[in-house]
């Protein structure tokens, strides 16, 4: 069992960064592939990226590649969002989520989901 919390969202201006941190319970938490999801108002949740258990091998949808990064610290259990040149697009609550088997853009192959945190992006 792996529960989620992430943290760091906020108010950014457009072009700023935002840093956000997803830090997990349990012992198997470098067993996990994580990823990270958004959803905007009205909107369907959407696959932002994704790590694998070494941190080694990452996937980010085309709208962030060269903006965005994904890492993690399996000492500190922590998968981390660092989100560079921001866009009003961008706004939406984040969500970590974790899951033993292969990476996926598709939400219901995680099987374990933070709470979520705002992102809001002001023009």
């Known amino acids: 069992q792996v529960q989620l919390v992430e943290s760091g969202g906020g108010l950014v201006q457009a072009g700023g960064s935002l840093g956000l941190s997803c830090a997990a319970s349990?012992?198997?938490?470098?067993?996990?592939?994580m990823g990270w999801f958004r959803q905007a108002p009205g909107k369907e949740r959407e696959f932002v990226a994704a790590?694998?258990?070494?941190?080694?091998?990452?996937h980010y949808a085309d709208f962030v590649k060269g903006r965005f990064t994904i890492s993690r610290d399996n000492a500190k259990n922590t998968v981390y969002l660092q989100m560079d040149s921001l866009k009003p697009e961008d706004t939406a609550v984040y969500y970590c989520?974790?899951?033993?088997?292969?990476?996926?853009?598709?939400?219901?192959?995680?099987?374990?989901w933070g709470q979520g945190t705002q992102v809001t992006v002001s023009t």
């Open positions: 790590i694998n258990w070494s941190g080694i091998s990452t």
């Open positions: 989520a974790g899951t033993l088997g292969a990476w996926s853009i598709a939400a219901p192959a995680y099987n374990y």
């Open positions: 349990g012992r198997t938490f470098s067993r996990f592939v």
